[in-house]
């Protein structure tokens, strides 16, 4: 009879080999002593990983039994999962990339694998909101065609610590120039809104100011576990001019009275 071989992944339906022929009995062994199955179907039951070789004959009434013909079952052995690397962001930053590596690697949002996300080894989710997202990898083998399991990697986006709390100051020119303070963890002082110019760190900031006005600096503070950086807050530092100069006088009586004078 003409046979065809078959072929499946571990844990896939196992396909049954096919003969074409009359009164096909299939064999076991080549010597055809083991008679396993008659007819043109044969569902062999097996299911471990392997490479199993089964026999056909076809006979006709009055002819007798055909020589056999192999058919081969091969149940291939899936690859391993990938290996997968992790990510995480701070809210409002760009979202790390979950990485994969292995072959034909592809990516699902659910761990039954069936909604398809995306198909290579770096994935960037385009997930926003705080929290935590996970996906499932797997790689598949190009010879065999056979999926592996699948691994999971998490992408984790942080939320921002609150501002700190600051307070504003004011000292009289020529007095000595108060520190502004700030009370959170890991507090970063800036001398402009757009937080690019760092100044100074930690809770008291002493900011070199001594001219007569105003001076505005922000501050921020920092998760010390996901190193997130919260939006700012403003202190400022108000410096008076001080008392003025003023110079006393004196007259005779019956001349002209000077004015007093002062320099401010």
């Known amino acids: ?50 490479t199993y070789t089964y ?24 690859p391993s999962a990938p290996s997968t690397t992790d990510a995480s962001n701070c809210f409002g930053s760009a979202t790390g990339s979950l990485t994969a590596s292995g072959t034909n690697i592809q990516w699902y949002s659910d761990v039954a694998l069936t909604t398809f996300v995306f198909n290579g080894d770096s994935f960037a989710p385009v997930d926003s909101s705080v929290g935590t997202y996970t996906y499932y990898a797997t790689q598949t083998d190009s010879a065999t065609g056979c999926v592996s399991a699948a691994d999971s990697a998490t992408l984790t986006i942080n939320a921002l610590p609150s501002a700190p709390v600051s307070s504003d100051t004011t000292v009289v020119y ?3 120039v108060p520190y502004l303070t700030a009370t959170g963890s890991n507090v970063q002082w800036y001398s402009d809104l ?18 007569v006005g105003s001076y505005t600096y922000y501050a921020t503070q920092s998760d010390s576990v996901t190193g997130c950086e919260s939006s700012a807050t403003s202190a400022t530092l108000t410096i008076l001019p001080g008392a003025p100069t003023a110079t006393g006088t004196s007259s005779c009586e019956g001349d002209s009275v000077p004015s007093l004078s002062a320099t401010g």
């Open 55 to 78: 026999f056909a004959t076809s006979n006709s009434i009055g002819c007798g039994e055909s020589s056999a013909d192999s058919a081969t079952l091969t149940i291939n052995s899936l």
């Open 174 to 176: 020529g007095n000595p």
């Open 194 to 211: 757009a937080l690019t110019a760092l100044e100074a760190t930690g809770n008291n900031f002493s900011t070199g100011d001594t001219a």
């Open 1 to 50: 009879p003409g046979t065809s071989d078959a072929s499946s992944c571990f844990g896939d339906s196992v396909p049954s080999l096919i003969a074409t022929g009359t009164n096909i009995q299939w064999y076991s062994d080549a010597g055809l002593t083991t008679p396993v199955f008659t007819g043109d179907t044969f569902a062999t039951g097996d299911v471990a990983e392997g």
